[in-house]
């Protein structure tokens, strides 16, 4: 089964519409503190730069066999270009991805002194797609749903600006009227947008802000309560919220059906891009035709491991097919 399971991964194409990003990492030694303010200077030893963003589920998908179409724009700069030679190194096609004068290629500068992040500053532009944007994006958009065949479409927001509302409905009537599953990793500005896609997959924070709830510790009877809701306002149709150590929780529509996993015992050393992980893995479940309660098991499993990596990395193929099977997530 899991052979079989991997096997439709590699035969998917998915489109992965979202917000691009490098995640660099500044790494070197603390040895003492400045003397123009009590803090540390980190003295470089090593610059790593390594997509992020919607380029980390592209990433994932390719790690797994399927075959990503990353849709996006990036800045008219240095990190564009510097991005897109990332994206070159790891296989992944470019040809998708605008460049714009009216916007800045977002970097995440993590500067870790003795192992430790001490600080991270992020250079980015927030503004919405101006209407040049959109209609080149779109553009895009289009001739991909017209010559190509398309398994899934995934929308990777982080509050960056290029999904917009306007972006969200277009591409969700297309892909609705071509039977085209739709999953979403939300963010706060577009969470009430995203109506009537098949997976919608914020994390608990995300849920408490999106449906405006104060802040709490993990309750499964609010959760329930909160993700029924949610589906019934934007008629989405599976609500899969993941809760940390907590594990996940999914909400089916069609059947008012609610179900938790435990999150597995791992040794975490880093969560960054976990998010990303789970909904690429999760989609190409999804596409691949697995039961809903295979898609949460399988997308749990690989949130867990690769927090076991440090930095943003893709999820390892080979890992991932030998934990379904030593957990037999396949079995029944």
Known sequence: MTDQLFQKFSTSTVLVIGDLMIDAYLNGSVGRISPEAPVPIVDIKERTYRPGGAANVALNISSLGGTPLLCSLT???????????????????????????????????????????????????????????????????????????????????YDKGVITPELIGEVVALARSQGIPVTVDPKKRNFSQYKNVTLFKPNLKELLEGTSTPPTEFQPELVHSLMKQLAQKQEIEHVFTTLSEHGVALYDHSQDTFQTEPAYLRKISDVSGAGDTVIAVATLCLAAGLPLHSVCQIANLAGGIVCEYQGVTPIPKQQLHEEIQRHHLLDS
């Open 75 to 157: 800045g008219e700069d240095e990190k564009g270009q510097l991005f897109r030679q990332l994206m070159d190194e790891h296989g992944i096609p470019t040809r998708h991805i605008l460049p714009s004068p009216d916007r800045k290629t977002t970097v995440k500068y993590r500067v870790i002194g003795n192992r430790r992040q001490m600080l991270r500053i992020d250079d980015e532009s927030l503004h919405p797609l101006t209407p040049r944007e959109h209609s080149l994006l779109m553009e895009n958009i289009r001739e991909i749903f017209q010559h190509s065949k398309i398994h899934a479409v995934i929308f990777e927001d």
